[in-house]
């Protein structure tokens, strides 16, 4: 093998279409666009999603559904996770540190999933009534 014999893989290089350049070519007359309509002419070009004029299927379509901005903001803790705590005041900077909430959270309620035997003082979180019941009947306080 030498330099001046590398060549590239067969399929590697394609030869550009010369079109409109005579019958023998192969892409004469038309050029490879077909006989009239939107796409022979010049200056072709359509958005995405247009049909012609007819309603497109994206507003055809009906609107499903409601995507709340506060969803990525707000998120819950169980109260078998509090009872796992080693802390027995309990905040949104606590629960950051033992990664049971992300940074972003802004707002945490706590539901009653599982049980909890200790007292522990909650504060500036939301808790559902269940919850609620369950941290004072433990001998604790939410604020």
């Not at 093998?1 to 550009?16: H, I, S, Y």
């Not at 802390?87 to 950051?96: E, M, N, P, Q």
């Not at 049971?100 to 945490?108: E, M, P, S, T």
């Amino acid at each position: 093998m030498r330099l001046n014999t590398l060549k590239p893989g067969k399929g590697a290089r394609k030869e550009r279409r010369r079109v409109a350049r005579g019958i023998g070519s192969g892409l004469g007359k038309t050029a490879g666009r077909g006989h009239k309509g939107q796409h022979a002419r010049a200056g072709n070009t359509h958005t995405v999603g247009f049909e012609g004029g007819q309603m497109p299927l994206q507003r055809r379509l009906p609107k499903v559904g409601f995507r709340s901005k506060k969803q990525a903001e707000s998120q819950q803790v169980f109260l078998y996770q509090i009872a796992g705590l080693k802390k027995d005041a309990i905040d949104l900077t606590v629960l950051r540190e033992a990664k049971l909430v992300d940074g972003r959270a802004k707002r945490v309620k706590i539901v009653k999933k599982g049980e909890i035997g200790r007292a522990v003082k909650v504060s500036g979180i939301l808790a559902t009534a269940g919850a609620k019941a369950a941290i004072e009947a433990a001998g604790g306080s939410v604020e």
